[in-house]
């Protein structure tokens, strides 16, 4: 590997990076009596110094990236964004150590949205604000981000089929190509304008209005109010919230052809979201009917909005709540409980397993049944008209697999660390899921400040595991062990 250009490439990471400090530090300065305009304007000088730094003595030159550079490209700018994405929290102090001050900047760019905070809205608007913009940030991915923007066509030509598929499958676990980028590009624009000024309608704040939007796009859920969504009480807003967050969870490319093309390619006629949204409305029909017969709810209205609003957030790894879903029924909690696990579609902003894979997983199920009964047949497995090779199946068996054994050591070792049986398990799939909240100490209404150490640098390590989607990482890994 060229360990040069690895770093010249992470320092333009750096320097979106501290683009967004700047940002976050002039919201800061605009608002009376802030004292975060220090602390992210700080953050960002030092950010831009050293991300500025291996621009003036590193040429990117003719160099095309290979698929090991690219990859560890990929990880290692995710993992230093996060180092010094944690530098506003911890300059500004409070309930900020080194520790709490990781775990947010972690929680932010893997777009999870579990929190150490118990008081959200003591936190000045400034810092707010860089708060929700990690999430803006890590909802897109800083590596797809910094590669459409700020290094332009030329060197985007320099860059290897491999070299760019994985670049953006950091922000897009789908992603296939440069047009793509464009493509997921625009819609995750668009989708955060159209959310703000259709928020902005329903009587939010601009403020209020920007930080949900972009917060919602993300798929993370971190909000600037304590009790989440419920805080505003606002029914029209809690609509416009569902309808974006379901667009978030579905693949972005579809969305492009679909509604900025009107291309014939519509997301109407795909399978895997046919399967997604067919699976938010039973589950939302399944826990309306457990809310009104076991959850204390009179009003069919009432049930039906909750039980719509949870489903998306879950599903979808967003995580914003406008109930405490702890106090919810068994069934209702089990059915979120597994939308957690397999949430939204591949290309979308969404964590977890993905749709897609759950799909071609059972898909592949069926296949080796059918063999069984008929061995001399052959079958082809199809997704969305496209064949599917056996390598690609047994990929999926795999990251499941990866993904599950992880999901349970995690879970050990958090009840290892003193949590019962139902946070700790739950708190494992909110975190490799990027999920946010779970159940029982970690509930929607509640946060991670009270976790030992030790279980919030594992929560960080399954965020990061999980927003990577594992494969990454072992790949950097035995690169590492192979040198």
Excluded at 68 to 93: D, T
Excluded at 154 to 168: E, F, V, Y
Excluded at 174 to 192: D, H, M, P, Q
Aim: charged share 10%.
């Amino acid at each position: 590997m060229n360990a040069k250009i690895i770093v010249w490439y992470v320092g333009v990471a750096l320097l979106l990076v501290s683009a967004l400090m700047a940002v976050s530090g002039i919201i800061a300065c605009c608002t009376p009596g802030d004292v975060s305009r220090m602390p992210l304007l700080f953050s960002a000088f030092a950010t831009g110094i050293v991300g500025f730094f291996p621009l003036i003595f590193i040429r990117s030159g003719q160099h095309k990236l290979n698929f090991r550079e690219a990859n560890c490209i990929v990880v290692v700018s995710w993992l230093v964004g996060c180092l010094f994405g944690m530098f506003p929290y911890f300059f500004y102090g409070g309930d900020f150590n080194l520790v709490n001050a990781l775990f947010e900047s972690v929680s932010g760019f893997t777009t999870t949205g579990a929190s150490i905070l118990t008081d959200i809205e003591a936190l000045p608007r400034g810092l707010q604000f860089w708060r929700i913009a990690t999430a803006w940030v890590g909802g897109i991915g800083i590596v797809t981000l910094f590669s459409r923007l700020m290094i332009g066509r030329q060197d985007q030509a320099k860059l290897s089929g491999t070299a760019i598929s994985t670049m953006a499958r950091a922000g897009m676990s789908s992603g296939r190509s440069e047009r793509f980028a464009n493509r997921i590009l625009v819609t995750y624009i668009v989708l955060t304008f159209v959310t703000l000024f259709a928020l902005k309608l329903t009587g939010l704040g601009w403020f209020d209005a920007a930080t949900t939007a972009m917060s919602a796009c993300s798929t993370c859920g971190f909000c600037d109010r304590n009790a989440s969504i419920a805080s505003f009480a606002n029914p029209a807003a809690e609509v416009v919230l569902t309808f974006a967050m379901l667009a978030s969870g579905i693949n972005f490319g579809l969305l492009f052809l679909t509604f900025v093309r009107g291309s014939g390619k519509s997301v109407f006629k795909s399978e895997i979201f046919r399967v997604f949204f067919g699976m938010v409305v039973l589950c939302t029909v399944l826990i309306t009917q457990d809310l009104l017969t076991r959850g204390g709810y009179t009003s069919f209205g009432a049930a039906l909005r909750d039980a719509a609003f949870q489903v998306t957030s879950i599903s979808t790894t967003t995580g914003f709540a406008t109930q405490d879903t702890t106090l919810w029924p068994p069934l209702s909690m089990g059915i979120l409980v597994a939308c957690s696990l397999f949430c939204g579609c591949s290309g979308s902003t969404s964590g977890g397993i993905k749709m897609d894979r759950l799909l071609l997983a059972l898909k592949g199920v069926g296949k080796k049944m059918r063999n069984f009964m008929n061995p001399s047949a052959v079958y082809t497995i199809r997704m969305d008209g496209v064949p599917r090779s056996e390598r690609q199946v047994n990929d999926t068996f795999g990251f499941i697999f990866c993904y599950l054994i992880i999901l349970g050591v995690g879970g050990i070792i958090n009840m290892a660390g003193g949590l019962d049986f139902t946070t700790a398990v739950t708190a494992s799939i909110a975190c490799i899921g990027n999920v946010g909240p779970g159940f029982g100490e970690v509930g929607s209404m509640a946060n991670y400040g009270d976790f030992p150490v030790l279980l919030k640098i594992s929560g960080m390590l399954e965020m990061l595991v999980g927003r990577l989607e594992i494969f990454p990482i072992l790949y950097l890994l035995q690169g590492f062990r192979e040198r």
